[in-house]
């Protein structure tokens, strides 16, 4: 398996508090990638990473903001969690040109 | 990125070959098909892609037709642990796109 690890792992918050969530990766791959999945959504892409302090928009981006100061660790941050935000949240990583994105174990976040 | 169109499940049983279609008729020439899964809950996995061309790797095959408009991965030997949802996927091969994920085809494969 890839070595991408996230955390926390489970996170339950109030609505109006920041929360963030770390992806770390030992693979040295250069795009990062942070996936939201939701029921009979399929997995839809938040913000990602082409390199470090590069980073970019996806579809579902409202309400989030990322940082990556290493290449080792892409943050994706709610600056003041809604329940809309409720969701299992994956971080990717992958190299460019690469067919194959590889996943970490994801993060489950409630917000009450 | 290019539709694609999935069956919402199938089943399968246990030891028999399980035959996930899927059909993406707009696809352009420069886009790949890929296959992925994702075992409860977990993240998604890579299983194989292709172009024009059939494909195997020690998971699965790909079977791309003529026209490119559908292809069919197919496990020859399906156990317990395929049990999954499987999302067939088509984008071109470029720096860094992200992969769109529909709702996929949950396959339960059956003792």
């Known amino acids: 398996d890839a070595g991408i690890t996230q955390s926390p792992r489970h996170k339950v918050t109030e609505t109006g508090t920041p929360v963030t969530l770390r992806c770390h990766q030992t693979?040295?791959?250069?795009?990062m990638y942070w996936y939201r999945q939701d029921p009979g959504h399929g997995l839809r892409l938040i913000h990602y990473?082409?390199?470090?302090?590069?980073?970019d928009k996806g579809e579902v981006s409202d309400g989030y903001s990322v940082s990556r100061s290493k290449t080792e660790d892409f943050l994706l941050t709610l600056e003041s969690a809604t329940s809309s935000q409720t969701s299992v949240y994956f971080c990717?990583?992958?190299?460019?040109?690469?067919?194959?994105?590889?996943f970490g174990p994801g993060t489950r976040l409630t917000v009450t | 990125d290019a539709k694609t169109t999935q069956p919402t499940s199938m089943d399968c049983a246990e030891g028999r070959a399980a035959n996930l279609p899927c059909n993406h008729s707009?696809?352009?020439?420069?886009?790949?098909v890929y296959w992925y899964r994702q075992i409860h809950s977990q993240g998604p996995q890579y299983i194989i892609h292709?172009?024009?061309n059939n494909e195997t790797n020690e998971m699965a095959s790909l079977i791309i037709t003529e026209d490119r408009k559908s292809s069919t991965l197919i496990l020859p030997h399906a156990t317990l642990r395929d049990t999954a949802v499987y999302y067939c996927?088509?984008?071109?091969?470029?720096?860094?796109?992200?992969?769109?994920f529909g709702p996929g085809t949950r396959l339960s494969v059956l003792p």
């Open positions: 990717a990583i992958s190299e460019p040109l690469s067919y194959e994105q590889y």
């Open positions: 693979e040295n791959h250069r795009y």
């Open positions: 990473s082409y390199g470090v302090k590069d980073t």
């Open positions: 707009t696809i352009s020439g420069n886009e790949y």
């Open positions: 292709g172009l024009k």
């Open positions: 996927i088509v984008r071109p091969l470029s720096y860094g796109q992200n992969f769109v």
